[in-house]
């Protein structure tokens, strides 16, 4: 069942447009011109109770746009949204309970007071008992392994420790539907992990909805099996990743390391040979092919190393958008 | 209708508890800035500024008025403009700008609560800070001490939170301007002109000319310093009539400031953020 549904969204930014110099300053105070920016442009999908989905695409693509759009900060210019059963424009009292926001450049956090204090406001604000806020917060706590840095001063906390206690902020009232917008952005490759792990968790804990945009293409491969790609407001691709994956990228590359130089003729007619330096050989493998030539690889060579390496997301993300553009 | 009683009944028990929450950590976080609080109380000496002009002037006679009646008065208007003290124009933009409004906007209670709430606490924090600079006040100046009546004492503090009320809505419905216009605190100093000369700051209106006395009257400013300050000074007999126009102007200030947000807030683009 769809919990998330847009139908024919977009969303026109007027914004003041001035040339520069003394002159148009002036002009622009007296003749103030504006242009019309089409952030999001007649886009169109549905989101599962549960599901994980990718929201990718440049910066300036629209992303963030559909997300404030989708949790009721930003009116849409035309077309109709609904989340949970709810429009979110209304701004609906139990809309709100039901949703959370996690931006990774902006947090709610009160920068001077220890997390718990903020902890204890969206606990009010939730109408949450304090006995029961005091057992979620220990429960999101051990899940995001953290202990005494709820009673730090925020602006003493590490930029992960903070990402952290800024999700435990925005899921204290058990949101069904997430919206992430670059949760992982800044964090080392241990803490991108951490709430990678802990969002998976989350998911399945509470069956949550959640809608995640990330320039990390890690974010996207671990946690979600469908992607949006949006590029200049419009939807190029809505679908699997995987099936994204064989489509843009229906080869792969195997670095072979054999115990002694190989000419690999034998193996010419399933691939192509791009290089062999001495006893190392690369090869390019259609990947319906590829188990074949590594079991034939297995059985007929002595093999001291072997190495699937799967094109990077983000080139096929590239390459899909070049497709399409042009 | 109990059904109704009931669910009113828990509403306001939630509310309370919010705006608990929301004052205890405003509270806190005011503690952080305690100094920054201390400069603030010792800025607004605007009234000790004019209490001396007006007791060197000819006029400290005016009216049968006399130096007593400007001691207690400008040391009343001292009093009443630390706890009237509002610059939610200044945060509302700032938050607006730098995307901090969004988490705001994003949660079951308006927004309204949590900047009404961080002034509540700021003037806790202030009250040993103008106790402070009182006693100074009353050892510097020349019989400048005076106990208020007893009912004074007990309808000054709830004139003054209506003065604050009254001011905290008028400044509210300035800063949704921040919804159309990036720069809307260039609004506030429009409005201090008239808070200055029509609120009873630097003159008491009794010195006034008639007319414009009169005219004063059918706006707010009067009531946030002139009223509060005269009924603290003990120089008002009967301040019924005063709370009753303080109450008018709370519920029409409040039907402007809701039409105001509604309007806005569909206007938010949810800039830097």
Redesign the interface.
């Known amino acids: 069942m769809s919990n998330i549904t847009v139908s024919s969204l977009s969303k026109i930014?007027k914004v003041p447009y001035r040339k520069p110099g003394i002159s148009a300053s002036i002009k622009h105070f007296f003749d103030r011109k504006y242009k019309l920016i089409t952030a999001v442009d007649d886009i169109s999908f549905k989101i599962d109770e549960g599901e994980i989905v990718g929201f990718i695409g440049a910066n300036g693509a629209g992303k963030t746009t559909t997300l404030?759009m989708l949790?009721?900060?930003?009116?849409p210019t035309k077309g109709i949204v609904s989340v949970s059963g709810f429009i979110p424009k209304e701004?609906n009292?139990?809309f709100?309970?039901q949703?959370?926001?996690v931006?990774g450049q902006?947090?709610?956090l009160?920068w001077?007071?220890p997390p718990i204090?903020?902890l204890?406001?969206?606990?009010?604000?939730?109408?949450i008992s304090e006995k029961e806020a005091k057992k979620r917060i220990d429960e999101l706590a051990s899940m995001l392994e953290l202990n005494d840095e709820l009673f730090q001063p925020v602006r003493k906390l590490s930029l992960g420790q903070r990402m952290k206690s800024e999700l435990l902020a925005s899921l204290i009232h058990r949101p069904s539907v997430l919206f992430l917008d670059e949760p992982t952005l800044g964090l080392d490759v241990n803490a991108q992990l951490r709430v990678r792990e802990f969002l998976s968790m989350y998911n399945k804990r509470f069956n949550a909805t959640i809608l995640l945009t990330s320039h990390y293409m890690q974010d996207i491969s671990s946690l979600c099996k469908r992607v949006v790609v949006i590029h200049k407001g419009r939807i190029f691709y809505d679908g699997a990743l995987t099936k994204l994956t064989n489509k843009l990228s229906p080869y792969r590359n195997v670095r072979i390391e054999f115990d002694k130089p190989q000419t690999l003729d034998d193996l010419k007619e399933y691939c192509e040979i791009t290089q062999i330096d001495y006893a190392i050989a690369t090869i390019v493998v259609p990947s319906s092919k590829l188990s074949f030539v590594v079991s034939y690889l297995l059985n007929n060579y002595t093999i001291k190393d072997l190495q699937v390496i799967e094109t990077p997301l983000e080139n096929i993300i590239s390459e899909l958008i070049r497709n399409g553009t042009n | 209708m109990y059904i109704s009683l009931v669910k009113l009944k828990r509403k306001l028990v939630?509310f309370t508890?919010?705006f608990?929450?929301?004052l205890?950590?405003q509270y806190?976080?005011m503690h952080?800035?305690r100094a920054e609080i201390a400069l603030w109380a010792i800025s607004g000496l605007l009234p000790l500024i004019m209490l001396g002009i007006w007791t060197q002037s000819s006029f400290a006679n005016f009216n049968g008025s006399n130096y007593n009646f400007f001691v207690k008065y400008f040391i009343s208007a001292f009093i009443v403009r630390q706890f009237t003290a509002v610059w939610v124009i200044i945060s509302f933009e700032e938050d607006n700008l730098e995307?901090?409004l969004?988490?705001?906007?994003?949660?079951?209670?308006s927004p309204f609560w949590r900047y009404f709430s961080s002034h509540i606490a700021e003037q806790l924090t202030r009250i040993p800070f103008v106790f402070f600079i009182l006693i100074i006040i009353f050892l510097g100046i020349q019989d400048s001490f005076w106990i208020p009546p007893f009912h004074t004492i007990l309808l000054s503090p709830i004139a003054i939170f209506l003065a604050f009320v009254i001011r905290f809505l008028l400044h509210w419905i300035f800063a949704m301007c921040c919804f159309f216009n990036d720069k809307a605190s260039s609004l506030e100093r429009l409005l201090l002109i008239p808070y200055l000369f029509l609120s009873g700051l630097v003159a008491p209106l009794e010195t006034y000319p008639e007319i414009l006395r009169t005219a004063a009257y059918f706006t707010p400013f009067p009531y946030l310093i002139s009223f509060p300050s005269l009924l603290l000074s003990g120089s008002i007999v009967n301040p019924l009539n005063y709370f009753m126009h303080q109450l008018i102007w709370i519920f029409i200030l409040s039907i402007f400031s809701f039409c105001a947000w509604r309007l806005g807030?569909?206007?938010?683009?949810?800039m830097?953020?």
Do not use: W
Not at chain 1, 71 to 75: A, H, N, R, T
Not at chain 1, 120 to 127: L, T
Not at chain 2, 265 to 270: F, L, T
């Open positions: 930014y404030k949790c009721g900060l930003v009116y701004r009292a139990a709100l309970s949703i959370t926001l931006m902006k947090q709610q009160i001077d007071l204090e903020t204890k406001v969206n606990a009010a604000v939730y109408g | 939630k508890n919010i608990r929450a929301l205890t950590s806190s976080l952080e800035y995307g901090r969004s988490p705001f906007l994003l949660q079951p209670i807030v569909r206007h938010y683009s949810a830097g953020a």
